[in-house]
Every structure is written in C-alpha cells, then in structure tokens.
C-alpha cells in the first residue's frame, strides 16, 4: 500500500489472537482515528429498509481467509495472518476492494487477496450510545441491514445487499457477482425488463446453486455468511402448483390475496419462500411485492424531498424462491459466472414443462434435482424450513452499544439450537405433491394455513378434514369418506388419477394422514380459510397467520405469564387488536392478566396501535404508574412519526432547528414543551415533571385518582402534539373531566393549523379541532338534558389542572362558538347576567315596563325594589362561612335552612391549595356542625324560621349584579355623552367648568380601562388586548389635545377655535361609535344585528367601494373635462372631480349639463386656430392664458358628449352599482344569518363577564370604589400585621384541625361529578357509535351485498352441481328400480308370453329394457306401477323415435308405414313459412288416413297381387277381441301400457305387427363312445328338451338365437310364412312356386315330414287341408281364461313316430322393439319330435341353425326364452 492519496492503512495482527485482542485492537483503532479526526462526530440516521441514503463514516476491519484448520467447505475459517484495515468510506465487491466516497461517489479498485471475509464497525461517539432494540427499524449503527451507499455506481435492492457485521453494528458492501470462497455456485441475477438499459431495467437478485442432497444447514449457514442474512420474525412458506394451477376467476379474490401478502409482509419482518417461477402463485406474491415495492419508492421520494430524515421506514422485502434446477429454462447459466447472469423472460411457452424465474423475488435457492417427478417438491425445501426454525445468521438481541474504553466483549459464537422462528405453509391450491409438502409441515408440528375455496388439494383436505370434524368414527371415514374423497380426486385431477388405482389410493391416504395429524390433544395445526364466504377477507391474512400460530401452542399453566407476554408482544408487532381479545383478554382459563409497561409502551410509539391502547386500558393499566418525566420525553423522542412534532411544533410554533434522530434537551419538559402549549392555549406549567415521576412511584402529592387524571391529560396532549388523532380520542374516552379536554385538545389542533403550511395538513388539522369540539359540545348536551344544574356547576367549577380556568373560559380562548351558543351556556350567561335578582312581572293591563326601566327606578330610588326586584337563594351566599344559606320566595322572605342543607356545599368549590386554608375550612366546617346539631334540635319543637332579607343587602346584591352594572354604566355614559355633546355645541370658546368637568370624567373612564385591560391581561391570559390598548391610547391621546386645544387656551393663547371644535367633533364621533361595540351587543336583537352589519362592511362594502372607485375616478374626470374644458387647474379642480361623482351618488347635478348662456358668446370667440403654436409658444397655452379664455374658464359648456358621459355614470351607479351592493348585501344576510345568532352569543360571553368583573359604580362614581379598595387593602394589612405580631408574641399556635373528614368531603363530591360525566361521555361515545354505524350502514350493506352475490353466485353453482348430483342420484335410483324390476321378473315365475303378473295385471318387461335395440336412445324410465296407462304419470315424457324407410330392407321398404308424426311435424313447419320461402321445397306427401283396428285389402296393380293388411289385435280380453285406443295424434296406443319411446321404432306398421314362430323340440340324448344315440339326458329328474334356433342378423358383436319364424305382410297366409321362413332360415332353402293358401294341417304335415322317413305315417289322416283344420278346431280347441292375450290348447296327439304339434301362443309379444305407438303380436306354434327326426340332414350350419338346450337362463332374442321356457312346462321336460 504505497498511495500516498489512499486511505489504506495496516497493522500487523499476531497468528494467535483471540477474539479478546482482536476486539482490543478495534477498540485502540477506533479511538485513535477519533483522536485523529479531532473528535468529530458522527452522525448516525436510522437506515431505511427501502434503501434510503446516509452519509456514515465507517470502519471495515477484513480478515483474509487461508491457513486454516477448519475444512476448505467451511466460509468462516479466520485466517492468522496480517490484515488490511479499511477505513473511512471504503467497502469491498467480491473480493475486491472498492474505495467510494459517500460525498461524491468516486470509486477506485485496489487488487487484494481474494478470500475475503469482512467484518465492519460503525464510529459512532459515546453520546450516541444507547439501548436500541434491533428487531426494530434501527439506525446504521444498530444492525440495519438496509442502508445504501450514498453515490453508488449501481443500484442494489436493500432486502439484497451483502452486509458485514460485528456484533450489534452493520453495514453494507457493495454487491458482490460471486464470492471466491462460497462453497457452493452463486452469483447475481440481473433480469432485463423491456426495451431499458441492463443497469436501469431492474436490481439485482443473489442465487446459490445446491444439489438435492445438502445439509440444509450449509445452506442456512451460507445465507447468513454470504447473503448476511438474519432471522426475520416470521417465515412464510407458500405451498402451491404450478402445472396444476388454475388461475382464479375471482379477481377480488386475488386482489384481497395480494393485498394480504403485502400487508403481512409490512407488519413485520417475514421472509416468503415460494416456487419462484413466473407463473401461479409465485407470480401473484411477485407482483403483489413489486407494487408495494413501487408504492415505497413513490412514497420516499416524495418524502425525500422535505428532508432525508423524514423519509418513512418500511419492513424489508425478502421473497425467496426454492426452483429445482432443471424445470428453469435457462438452467444452465447458474454455474458461479463473476460477472453476474444477465436474463430476459421471452414468457411461459405452452405446453411446456420449463419455466423462468419470477424476477421480482430477491433471491434464489436452485436444488439440483435428478427426479423430474418431483417437480417443484422437493426434499431440501422442507428440511430448509424446518432449519430456519433454530434462526439465521447472527443471533438477534437487545444490547447496548459498546462504549469507549468498556471491557464489553462481543459474542460471537453459535447460537443456542432453539426453535425461535416460526414458519408457517400456507397452502394455496397445490398439487398433487403439495400434500407431501404439507405431511411433512404436520408431521414435524409445524402450522399450516389453508386456503378453502382456492382448488386442487386445498380443497380436498379441507372437505376431509371438515368431515372429519364433524365425524370421526373409522366406519364413516371407511365406507362414506373415502369414497367420496377418491372420486373427488378423480375429478381435480383426471389425468393423474383416473387410471392409476394405487396412486390415488397412496394420495388420498395421505390427505387422511394429514387430516389425522392436524389436532393432537388441544392443539390444531391445520388453520382454515374459507375464501367463498360472505365474510371471507384475505385482506387479513396476517390474521390468519397468528390464528395459526396460536392454534399450535401447547396450552400449559406453567409460566402461563410469560407466555401472555410473548403473545400479547407477537401481537402487537402484527398489530392484530382482535386476536388479542380473542386469545388472550377473553379467555377463562387464565387468571387476570396484567398488562406490563414495556407493551404499553410499544402500543404509544407504534403506529396504528390505538385499539392495543384502548385494550390495556380497559383492562385496569394505570398511565401513572407507567408515565414519568423520562417516558413522557421519550415519548417525544422515540415516537414512530415525529415528523409532524418536529416540522411544526418545535421548528414553527417554537423556532427551532428540529432534527429528527437527535435526543432532545434535558430540560425539555419544564422549558420547551410548557412554553410551546403556553404559546398554543395560554396554559402556562401546564407539565409538572416531578408530580409526573413523584405519581409513578407511588408518592402521590394528592391522590391516586388525581394522578390517573393528569397522567392522561398529559398523555392525550402528547398525542394531540404528535398528530396521533386517534389516539387522542382513545384516551379521551377515559378521561374525568371530557368537555375540558375536548376543548384542549380543539383549541391545541386549531392553534397547530394556523402554522400548517400545506392546505391538506391545514385541513387535516381543522377538521380534528372541529370534531373534538363536537365532542365536547355532545357531552354537554347530554348533561345538559340530564341535569341541567350540574352542568350549570360545571361551567363555572375552576380546573386545578389547567391553571383554574373554567369550562366556558377554555371554550371562550379556544373561539369555539358553538359551544357558547348552546342553551346551557346562554342560560348560564344569563344568570351571570342578573346575578343574585329576578326581575318580576307586574299584571298591569295594558301598560308593560321594560326591565331595564325596573332596575333603574329600583337602583336610583330604593323602594321599587319591594315591587320589581326578587332575589334567587344564591344571594345570601355572604352568610356562608357561618354555615347558614337561604331559600326566597316570592316575597322576598328567607327561611333559615341550616337545620337540613346547612352541610351542603357549592359543588363548584375546590380543595384547599394550602395548609392555612385547609385549617380555616375545618375550623368553619367544625362551627357548622355544631350549629347543625344546634338546629335540629330546634326544629324537633318549632318550625324553620322565616327571615327577610335587610334593605341594605338587598341594595348591595341589586348593585353588585352584572346587568345592574350595565344599565347604570350605560346610563351614566349617555350622561357622559350628552355632556360631550353639549361641550362641542357651546360657541366660541367653551365653558370652563363644562370642559373640565367633561375632561375629568373622561380620565376617570381611561383610568377604569387601563384597569379592567390589565385585569383581563391577568386573569386571562388568552384574551386579544390589541383594541383595548388602541382605545387606551386614542383616549389618551384625545385627553392631551383636549387638555391643549381646549382648557390651556383660557390662559394661554394655543389654538384657534376651529381647531378644537374639530378635535371636540371626532372624539365624539369616536365615542358615540363605541357605543357599537360596548353596550348594543347586549342586546338581543342589535347584537345580531351588529353583526351582520360588520360582515357587510368587512366584506362587501369594501368590495363594493373597490370597485365604485374605478368607475368614480373615470367618470369624474370625463364629465369634469366635458363639462369645463377650460378650468385651471388647482385644488379647487381635484376637489370638484372626486366629490361631483361621489356625491352623484345622492345629488344629480344636471344644471351645468346645458350650459350658461351668459358664457355663449365668449365660447363662440375662440377660433378653430386658437391652439396652432406660434413663435412664442411655451409648451402650453396654460401658461400664458389670453383674453379669450379668462372669461370662460369656470363656465360650463353644453354638448351632447356631456350628456351621454353623465347618462352613461348615472346609470352604472345609480342603477348598476346600487343594485349590485343591495343583492351583496341581501347574499350576505342569507350566509351570515343562521351564523349571526351564535356569533352574537359568543360575543355575548365577553360582555356579560366584562360587566361581571366591573366595580358596581360606574364612571365617575367609580373612584369611591377605588377609594374603598385602597382603604380595604390598608386595614387587612393593617390588620394582618397585628395578628402576626401577636402570634409571634404570645407564641400561641391554634389546634390543627381534623384535615381529614374536609378533604373526604371535597373528594367524595369531586368524584361523584367525575363519574357523572364520564357516564355522559360514555353515553355520547354510544350515540356517535350508533350515528357511525349509521353513516357506514349504506357502505356496510353494499359490502355485504357484493359478498353475498359472490356467496349466491358459489350457492347457485353448488346448487346446480347438487342438482346435478340429485338427478344423476334419480335417475340412478331410476335405473336401480329397473334393475331390481328386472331381477324381480327373472325371478318369478313367468308364462308364455313373457310378461309378468302384477298384482292380477299382466305387464310387458322386455318393451321397457333401455337403450332401444339398435340404438343408444335410452327409454324413459316406467315402472311396473305406471305401465298402464289408466295410472297418471304426469312426469313422462318419452322420447320419439321412427326409423327412416330408407333403412329398411329393400324388400320390405313397400310395406312400411309412413311416419306420421314426421310428416304432420314438417306440415305444421311448412304452414308458418313465407310463400317464398316454399319455393324449391319438395312437394310432401299426404297424411294417409288409416283405418285401425280393422282389416284394409289392397290391390298392388304394378305387381297384380292383393295384400291384405290386417290392424286388428290378435289380443283377446275376458274372451273379447281388444280393440285398441288413439291418442291425441290419432295415433295408436299401445294396449299393454307405456314402453317408455314414442313413435314406430323400427316395426314397419303403426299399431299391431303380427309374425308367426315355429318352435320345433325333441328330447337330449346322451351319446356313447361311437357316437350314438343312446338314453334321455335327465336333471333333476327330468329330461331335457332341444329346440332348433337360428342365429339373428345384423349383430356382429354378439351372436343373437332366435326362432324360426316369418312377419305377416298380408301378402301370404300365416302358415305358408311359417313354411316358407322355416325354409330359409333353417335350411337355407327356397321354394321354386312358394304356396301362399296353407292353412293350419298343411302347416302341420309339412312339419311331420321330419318325424320320419314316410311322411305319410301319421296318426291323423287328413283327405284335405279344410278337413283337418276343422277336425282340428273342433277336436282340440280351446281358449284359456286369459285376459290379457290369446292362448289355445290346440293339440294333435303324438303318432306313432311319436311327433305331434300344438298352439302355444297367440297374442302381445313382449318384444323390445314394442314402443307406445307400435306393438309386435305374433302366434306360436309348437312341433315335437319325441322319438327322432331327420333334421341334421337338411339343415345349414352356415346360417347359425343348431340344436340348444332349454336351460333357466337361456338367452333368446326378445322374450323367445320365455317361449322355450312355456314349451319344456307342456313337455314337463327340465327348465
């Protein structure tokens, strides 16, 4: 180090120092730069936590790191080797040495050793030195980590700035890109924002790279090495997604969140981790940061420019993001680059699993994560949060700072491993790897704060832990919970859980294991937020916060007040007064708790901590016990805002040079602070230091209620002088005496607004005034409703604490009108006014005499006093100190009262102030007592004594009365002035005797003046002097001219005449004016009156003449010049153009307007030449006038330019201007009018006490007072001297009297008048309470209502999803009932037809089975009870279904009905179209008229056959043929009863659709070993039967058997359709000329030819078909009971090759294709075969035919099973 210029300096540190020495040579270093720099001293400012700039001279001590014993990983080894010190303004970046200079900014690099750990100490002077609490926002030298470099090349974000520190003192580097040392990757993020430069765009942000398996205590013990940061008060860990994150529809939901977030984070000093992405929530908390971030920044410049020191101090901003490495897109920059990493977000890419960083987070933490499952959980994370538990960094403590030449030695070993941080997860939606986040927070007992409403897994754990609460047995968890929680999942995340099983099972046991670990015993730490309620505010999240911390508290008695500290201080920092009511003040199971002064102390200098002041006091804290003369001035000193004291108190009202971080003088209190509230309400003493420290300790120089009592009047004062307005009304709601302190505390904010310089202070400050004022004003209202007496006592009781002024005085100085206008205090005025007489009314008839009239002839001649003048009680107080008082009634007698009142006492009267007094009031008290007894024993026998008042007392209280006074003053002055009046008229030079008289009572009134002025100079101290002392001198003055001008004169020659009439005629005018201010206001009506003449002369009078003069001097001078434009100039021409307009305002002066025709001929003289200049031209023919214009100068001349400059003034005076001034006058009596009246009032007070305070004689008779004054004064002089002497001579000392019982009397009175009305301020503060919630009703409600349409908007859609579960819930009990019908029919027994039997009614099963076949068109649900139709279904609402005829087989599609219900559809629609727009349209078929239940033959003549269509039911009921119904449509109606689908189906015919079926059986053999046929297959005892089925088309997904069988067309018979599909289907065969007339035993015999080989072998030989038909219906014919369908016992009896056939069924067929308009009806016949057949041989395996076996659960197409099933119970064969 050889610069010469540098400010470097070394020393040489031996290898083996300790830390001993080390702070030894610190401490020698320190003092020898001090010494050197001639002790100057140092200013330190508290450091903002925004970045705020001092100027600090700083000390930087570095040890280089190397040669150390401890592992190379470790970044705090000391090196033993020799050190540079840094001195003076010099800091260090990343290892090199920065020299900058706060003044200037010069920076300059000097190369050092690289490993470099700094260790800084502040120089702060020893005056400086003082305790300092470092968890508050504390000043450079006291831990601040916040403080900028003044010029600083490059601006560092305060939350990031490295900073060294040693011990309790700190300060910051410059920011470093990389640390050589650090063990781990780390650097700055510089991220580049828009079109900036890289150095304006945005601060730098610090990152550290780790791997996933770091001990997270390297990573904490480098945060506080290398970033040096410190444990902050709370950590905020926010638990979100990303991938999954959905982004909130609510915007004031999100709003309220992010205003949460900032106002937790300004509460206190809170670090918030998040994921750190630029997306979800991590970006919500980023922009919630930037714009609190920009707010401050806005906020300090504005401040900034008042002054450094008012700049406002913030809480630190830190927002740490936790990213896993390689989910970021830029991932790989984060290697430890030197020079610092430079980003620009390019923005999220869709679809993509890389994100980038959030740039408005001040650090990040990279995990270098190998398992991308993990995402954004990761292990490092939680063991980091539950590792910030045991702090950061260096230790926090309150410590006083080291002192020069102290043996303090510097801590700076590890701290103690105790949880001493709260963390607390807040979880916001989350992912599906958030509930491992959140298991781990529960598991360890740590809090968790969860957001219900927000999505994802916030809202399942909080649905399974609100149903846990509710209820907690294990089968309600098993068999309800679970699965309702996995189907839950399913839905919130489909894509993860939906498919895998085992994965939603693993997560939904694990939202249980957190719902189970959230309470243990008393203790909950999984705190709910319900954001979807009408209440809900996240706005108070810090609420929220503390809720949680308070939830997880182990509830013990042991140090149960150690622990209220601790919590009722946590809430206090977070400034959360209902918390503390909730869980502290409002417990049971705590004692009483009391509240400790250091809170309370904190509750006064914080900010916004009215409602904690409000709280301790409620609960019992005493203010005297805490304030003493050293709190009271620390409260001035180390309040949160003194600016406003500073500004305006000391630097404006007192003069001078506030600064704001400087102690204030030791004697503070007693000069200083009396001197400013003397200056500002004349109180004078008004702090009295040592009764303030005396009262604390318990040396009470009264008593503890009077201390109590000063100690918050102090206190408000204290807060009214720090603009703490709310405070101010907190205190005052407790004070003893609230009319007095109100006006205080108005009169001080009023008196503070005169020095405001800025208009919103200036306001600010009015409206306080006025509102304290209200208050007083409302208190004295109540009392005044309530007891009017007592107020009037109150009025006028002198207050011992503040300098004995009354009430009304102090509201008088304070210029509060409204507060004398009121009706008490006029009332009180009033009886000021009269004093000690009544005034009575005489019924004289007509005649009414004034009062003043009555005083008057009663004062001058006595005996009136009989007739007019009454006397009130209060005039015998002269008889008081002898213990007797008096009642008067109307005849002015008083009654002795001793006997029962005589220990009443004013209530106005104060304590004794010293001893003497003291024993005079008990020796009075004792003589009292004694005279009482004596009295009532009296009255036991007689009956009170009547007294009338003595004549010459009831003179005395006549002239002593104020208004007595006023009425003879007046009088006497009208004397006086009629004797001046007379004075002024006398000719010539006067009268002698006159004037001297006149001259003498003027000096006696001067002398009553100066008396009275310097009467009111001492009693009240408030009160303006500036117009008494101006009429004292005017009057003075007038005494020495008058004495000059008028009475010398007689003997000597010294004025002229003229000269003292003129002086004799202003003084009058003076003192006839006076009478405006003196006397009239008294009155009722001129005081008012009065008044507004004075507002239109102050205002608008002035304005007016203003502006006349404008209009007066042009007019003047116009008019004067046209009129004599030759008059010479002089005096006489000024006077005439100033007094011709002015007086045009009374007098029109036209005369002169036509001239003077004398002077006509003299102006016709002056020729047009007559101003050409010639050779002896001077410059103005003025100056030498010539014989033509003498004559004319002073004659007018008329022309017609005069009358229009005269006209023209005329009118805008006379008639403008006037008018103008009226309308003035008249807006000004409407404003002033409602204000007269109260003006007048307070005008009034001063009147009524100036009289009060007057001698009873008025002028001149005023000097025999004076004269009975001086002879007072002598003889208790006099008087005095003699009892001194003869104390001192006789040495007699009087008995002390009994002090007690006087003080406990005045006390007990005093205390009943304090509780009295602080009963009517808690009644006022009520009233103001309710007229408030009134006023924020309207606000309140539309708050409530917004919330309540967000809470129905939520209702309606849990509505709608609950609906939506409700039909989903119907219609799967629907479709359950269908089920469980369905069973039911499988179940029971079942006929031919397949339809079961309910309840005697058969109904179709198979035509109600959904969806319909071949379609997914689902039928509408009918169960067995609505199928009829009889039964009313008003629900049913069937769908419509028709298949096209384009759809059906080609060889069927002419037999197909049209679709009716279509085609009517399309014929209305076409009917309510335009003509145009028919145009083009396909012409529609018409509406075929069908003929149901009939039989309709048809001749097709393109083919030349006939087709017979039969629409006939083959359904018989109770034996009668059923004929079918319509419905509306005209459509038929299915007569078994409703399927549940409308329309035709895919049947080809509306109505009935007939087919017939062929069911050909023969028994199950068993087969032997060749393959032969041997016995009958028996189960159970019976054979079992086969049936020939063929397989159904247009099915490839199952195979679908049927029987055989053909539809009837009308084309063929019946049997010839059996026959010819029974070909086909079963033996894929066709018949060259198929028959079409079969009848019944051709059918027959075609099937018997399968019996054997000779088809003719059969037991019924038949000659023709008819034949065997008939022999058939009539042989074997029978119809059963049914009602319902057709069933015959047609039979043939087996032959001899053992076949025989047999009708089993003709009627409904319970067909799935069967809808409510069309029906399938089929006949069945049944051909068996017992012995053998020869069907193998002929039949087709290709088309599906094959043998089944007729088994239970047989599966046939449409109801054929049933068939089978008919067909085994006739054979009695196995079913």
């Not at 804290?621 to 001035?636: A, G, R, S």
């Amino acid at each position: 180090m050889d610069d010469k210029n540098s400010d470097w300096k070394e020393f040489n540190l031996p290898s083996h120092a300790q830390e001993t020495e080390l702070d030894k040579i610190i401490e020698e270093h320190l003092v020898n730069d001090a010494v050197s720099s001639h002790s100057e001293d140092v200013h330190h400012s508290s450091s903002d936590s925004e970045g705020s700039v001092h100027d600090t001279v700083t000390s930087v001590l570095y040890i280089p790191h190397g040669g150390t014993q401890q592992p190379e990983s470790s970044p705090q080894s000391p090196v033993p080797s020799p050190r540079p010190v840094l001195t003076s303004q010099q800091s260090i970046v990343s290892g090199r040495f920065t020299r900058t200079s706060y003044a200037s900014g010069e920076t300059g690099h000097v190369s050092t050793p690289s490993r470099l750990s700094p260790l800084p100490i502040n120089m702060i002077s020893p005056e400086t030195l003082e305790d300092k609490d470092e968890n508050q926002d504390a000043p450079l030298g006291y831990g601040s980590s916040d403080s900028s470099v003044g010029d600083s090349t490059e601006y560092v974000e305060s939350a990031q700035r490295t900073v060294t520190s040693l011990g309790a003192i700190s300060t910051d580097t410059q920011d470093s890109a990389r640390y050589d040392d650090a063990p781990f990757p780390c650097g700055n993020i510089h991220f580049w924002i828009g079109q900036m430069n890289m150095e304006e765009s945005s601060t730098k942000k610090h990152y550290v790279t780790v791997s996933a398996e770091t001990p997270s205590e390297e990573v904490t013990r480098f945060m506080g090495t290398y970033w040096k940061m410190r444990s902050p008060k709370i950590v905020l860990s926010v638990i979100s997604g990303v991938k999954h994150f959905r982004p909130w529809k609510n915007n004031r939901l999100k709003e309220q969140f992010q205003k949460g977030i900032t106002k937790a984070a300004n509460t206190t000093e809170m670090w918030i981790i998040t994921d750190g992405v630029d997306m979800a929530v991590s970006k919500m908390i980023g922009e919630a940061i930037q714009e609190e971030r920009a707010r401050r920044e806005c906020k300090q410049l504005q401040l900034s420019h008042l002054g450094q020191e008012k700049v406002q101090r913030f809480q630190k901003l830190t927002l740490i993001g936790v990213v896993p490495k390689n989910v970021i897109t830029y991932s790989d920059l984060f290697q430890g680059n030197e020079m610092g990493i430079n980003i620009k977000n390019e923005g999220i890419r869709p679809n993509s699993d890389l994100y980038e960083l959030n740039p408005d987070h001040t650090h990040f933490i990279f995990v270098d994560e190998e398992d991308r499952d993990r995402m954004f959980f990761t292990n490092i994370r939680c063991q980091l949060e539950q590792q910030f538990q045991y702090g950061v960094g260096r230790k926090r403590r309150l410590r006083r700072l080291f002192s020069w030449g102290s043996d303090e030695q510097y801590d700076l070993s590890e701290p103690v491993i105790k949880k001493t941080v709260p963390v607390v997860g807040l979880l916001v939606q989350g992912s599906p790897r958030g509930v491992d986040h959140v298991l781990t927070y529960l598991t360890n007992k740590m809090p968790v704060v969860l957001l219900k409403g927000s999505g994802g897994v916030a809202d399942l754990l909080a649905y399974a832990f609100e149903e846990l609460l509710e209820r907690s047995d294990p089968d309600f968890e098993e068999h309800f919970l679970k699965p309702e929680l996995t189907r839950m999942i399913c839905k919130v995340y489909p894509e993860d859980f939906k498919e895998n099983d085992m994965a939603r099972t693993e997560f939904r046991d694990k939202i249980l294991q957190c719902c189970h670990l959230a309470i243990e015993d008393e203790q909950v730490f999984l705190t709910m937020v319900n954001t979807q309620g009408w209440d809900a505010n996240l706005k108070d999240l810090d609420k929220y916060l503390l809720k949680a911390l308070f939830n997880c508290e182990r509830q013990t008695k042991m140090k149960w007040r150690e622990k209220v500290f601790k919590d009722l201080q946590l809430i206090l920092d977070w400034n959360r007064p209902d918390m503390a009511l909730s869980m502290i003040f409002h417990r049971d199971d705590w004692g009483k708790i009391k509240v400790d002064k250091k809170l309370f102390e904190q509750a006064l200098l914080k900010l916004n901590r009215e409602e904690f002041v409000e709280i301790f006091l409620d609960h019992g804290f005493l203010i005297h016990k805490y304030l003493n003369h050293k709190k009271y001035k620390l409260l001035y000193e180390k309040a949160d805002d003194r600016e406003f004291f500073v500004s305006i108190c000391q630097e404006k009202v007192l003069g001078q040079m506030g600064v704001f971080d400087q102690a204030l003088d030791a004697n503070f209190l007693v000069n200083d602070l009396n001197r400013l509230i003397f200056k500002l309400i004349g109180l004078s003493d008004f702090v009295q230091p040592y009764e303030m420290s005396m009262n604390s300790v318990g040396l009470y120089v009264l008593d503890p209620a009077v201390a109590e009592r000063k100690a918050l009047n102090w206190l408000t004062v204290w807060a009214v002088l720090m603009n703490r307005h709310k405070l101010a009304k907190v205190l005052w709601n407790r004070c003893d005496e609230p009319i007095a302190l109100a006006l205080i505390c108005s009169n001080l904010y009023k008196e503070l607004a005169k020095n405001c310089v800025e208009l919103f202070l200036r306001t600010e400050m009015e409206r306080n005034a006025k509102e304290f004022g209200d208050k007083a004003l409302g208190v004295l209202d109540i009392g005044y409703m309530d007891s009017s007496e007592q107020t009037y006592s109150m009025l006028s009781a002198p207050l011992k604490d503040f300098n004995n002024k009354t009430s009304i005085e102090i509201a008088h100085d304070a210029g509060y009108i409204g507060f004398i206008a009121h009706p008490c205090c006029q009332k009180w005025l009033t009886r000021k006014l009269f004093g000690a007489i009544q005034v009575k009314e005489l019924d004289l008839g007509f005649l009414t005499l004034p009062n003043w009239f009555k005083i008057l002839v009663s004062v001058f001649f006595i005996f009136p006093i009989y007739i007019w003048i009454g006397f009130v009680p209060k005039a015998s107080s002269w008889k008081k100190r002898r213990g007797i008082t008096f009642q008067v009634d109307s005849d002015s007698k008083m009654v002795d009262n001793d006997i029962s009142d005589s220990d009443d006492e004013e209530e106005d009267e104060n304590l004794p102030t010293s001893k003497s007094l003291l024993q005079n009031e008990l020796e009075r008290f004792k003589k009292r007592k004694k005279l009482t007894v004596r009295r009532r024993l009296q009255s036991a026998f007689q009956k009170q004594v009547e007294k009338e008042i003595p004549l010459w007392k009831k003179i005395y209280l006549l002239w002593s009365a104020p208004i007595t006074t006023f009425w003879v003053t007046q009088t006497m002055y009208f004397c006086f002035l009629g004797l001046f009046c007379l004075a002024v008229l006398w000719p010539t030079c006067g009268n002698f005797f006159l004037d001297l008289t006149l001259w003498l009572w003027t000096s006696i009134i001067l002398i009553d003046l100066v008396q009275r002025t310097y009467t009111k100079h001492i009693r009240h101290k408030a009160v303006n002097l500036l117009g008494p002392l101006c009429e004292i001198i005017l009057v003075m003055f007038f005494l020495i001219m008058y004495l000059v001008l008028r009475i010398i004169p007689h003997w000597f020659n010294s004025a002229d005449i003229i000269t003292s009439k003129v002086v004799l005629s202003i003084a009058l005018i003076f003192f006839f004016y006076r009478l405006l201010g003196i006397y009239l206001p008294i009155s009722p009506t001129l005081g008012p009156m009065l008044v507004r003449m004075n507002r239109m002369i102050k205002y608008d009078f002035v304005d007016f003449i203003r502006m006349f003069l404008v209009f007066m001097i042009s007019g003047g001078v116009t008019i004067q010049a046209i009129l004599y434009p030759n008059y010479p100039l002089g005096i006489d021409l000024v006077k005439r153009v100033l007094t011709r307009p002015l007086f045009a305002m009374f007098l029109t002066q036209i005369a002169d307007l036509d001239g003077d025709t004398s002077c006509s001929g003299h102006y016709n003289n002056v020729s047009i030449g007559f101003c050409t200049a010639d050779v002896n031209f001077r410059g103005s023919h003025y100056a030498n006038p010539e014989s033509v214009i003498l004559p004319i100068q002073k004659c007018p001349y008329s022309s017609l330019f005069g009358y229009l400059i005269t006209i023209q003034y005329l009118l805008i005076c006379k008639l403008v201007l006037v008018t103008l001034l009226f309308a003035m006058f008249a807006l000004t009596i409407t404003k002033v009018d409602n204000e007269a009246s109260e003006i007048w009032k307070f005008q009034r007070y001063a009147l009524i006490i100036d009289f009060e305070e007057r001698l009873n004689l008025p002028p001149p008779f005023i000097i025999i007072s004076y004269i009975c004054i001086l002879l007072k004064k002598i003889y208790n002089k006099m008087k005095g001297c003699k009892r001194n002497c003869c104390t001192f001579c006789c040495c007699s000392k009087k008995a002390k009297p009994d002090e007690e019982m006087s003080h406990r009397v005045k006390k007990n009175r005093r205390s009943e008048d304090y509780n009295y009305w602080k009963k009517c301020s808690i009644e006022y503060l009520r009233t103001q309470e309710f007229e408030e919630k009134k006023e924020r009703l309207a606000a309140l409600h539309n708050e409530i209502i917004v919330n309540l349409q967000e809470d129905m908007r939520l209702q309606k859609k849990n509505l709608k999803r609950m609906s939506d579960r409700i039909v989903e819930l119907e219609r799967t009990q629907g479709t359950s009932r269908m089920y469980l019908e369905h069973i039911y029919h499988k179940l029971e027994q079942q006929d031919v037809h397949g339809m079961a039997n309910r309840k005697g009614q058969i109904i179709h099963v198979a035509a109600r089975q959904s969806p319909y076949p071949g379609t997914s068109i689902a039928r509408f649900p009918v169960f067995d009870k609505y199928v009829p139709w009889e039964t009313l279904y008003d629900v049913y609402d069937p769908k419509i279904y028709t298949l096209p005829i384009e759809k059906f087989p080609d060889e069927e599609k002419n037999y197909v009905d049209v679709d009716i219900i279509e085609l009517k559809k399309l014929k209305e629609e076409r009917a309510a179209m335009m003509e145009e727009e028919l145009i083009g349209l396909p012409v529609l078929p018409p509406i075929p008229h069908m003929k149901w239940n009939a039989i309709l033959t048809v001749f097709h003549q393109h083919k030349g056959s006939t087709q017979v269509i039969d629409r006939r039911s083959w359904i018989s009921r109770d034996d009668q043929p059923c004929r079918y119904r319509l419905d509306p449509n005209g459509l038929p109606l299915n007569p078994m009863g409703r399927t549940g689908i409308r329309g035709k189906g895919t049947l080809w015919r509306w109505g009935p659709n007939h087919l017939i079926k062929a069911v050909c059986t023969r028994w199950r053999r068993k087969y032997n070993q060749e393959n032969q046929p041997s016995d009958y297959l028996y189960v159970e005892g019976k054979r079992v039967l086969e049936f020939i089925a063929t397989q159904r088309e247009g099915n490839n997904l199952e195979t679908v058997y049927e029987l055989p069988g053909g539809v009837l067309h009308g084309l063929t018979s019946p049997y010839s359709v059996v026959r010819e599909s029974f070909l086909r289907d079963v033996f894929d065969e066709t018949e060259p000329e198929p028959k079409t007339t079969l009848d019944q035993g051709d059918m027959i015999q075609f099937f018997a030819q399968f019996a054997t080989q000779n088809v003719g072998k059969t037991s019924l030989s038949l000659a023709s078909p008819e034949q065997s038909f008939s022999h058939i219906l009539t042989s074997h014919s029978g119809v059963s009971g049914s009602h319902t369908s057709s069933r015959t016992s047609l039979r043939t009896e087996p032959d001899s090759q053992g076949f025989s056939a047999s009708l089993l069924y003709k009627g409904y067929l319970d067909d799935p294709r069967n809808t409510d308009n069309a029906w399938m009806e089929a006949e069945v016949w049944n051909f068996h075969y017992d012995i053998g057949d020869n069907f193998e041989l002929r039949m087709s395996e290709e088309n599906g035919t094959t043998w089944k076996e007729v088994l239970p659960n047989v599966k046939l197409f449409g109801n054929d099973g049933a068939i089978i099933q008919e067909a085994a119970k006739i054979h009695d064969a196995y079913c």
